[in-house]
């Protein structure tokens, strides 16, 4: 089993700037993919940001240019650095590993982390 922590959440405003961090550990593997995904009230759950254990990266369109993730194999960690944060950015943001890239990228990884609440205000 892997275990997933987020940190990193608040309040802020629009125009600031968060960075989440994911600790990972139990099973961990520096193999894995990594991802932050988020859910805001009455919507689904999006991928914001994907990495695999070569530094290979995708981004959600709505984030790009804003957001910036990472990971640090030797930590078992992944962060997300968070720009110009817009109101809609307002979610909770869920870090996800496993082994399949095809499967972080469809949102069915099989280890997630309890989720942490950013709120950007107008």
């Known amino acids: 089993q892997v275990q997933l922590a987020e940190s990193g959440g608040g309040l802020v405003q629009a125009g600031g700037s968060l960075r989440l961090s994911c600790a990972a550990s139990?099973?961990?593997?520096?193999?894995?993919?990594m991802g932050w995904f988020r859910q805001a009230p009455g919507k689904e759950r999006e991928l914001v940001a994907a990495?695999?254990?070569?530094?290979?990266?995708n981004y959600s369109d709505s984030v790009k240019g804003r957001f910036t993730i990472s990971r640090d194999n030797a930590k078992h960690t992944l962060s997300l650095q968070m720009n110009n944060l817009k109101p809609e950015d307002t979610a909770v943001y869920y870090c996800?590993?496993?082994?399949?890239?095809?499967?972080?990228?469809?949102?069915?990884?099989?280890?997630w982390g309890q989720g942490t609440q950013v709120t950007v205000s107008s």
């Open positions: 139990g099973r961990t593997s520096s193999t894995y993919s």
């Open positions: 996800a590993a496993g082994a399949s890239w095809r499967t972080m990228l469809a949102g069915n990884s099989p280890y």
């Open positions: 990495i695999t254990s070569g530094g290979g990266t």
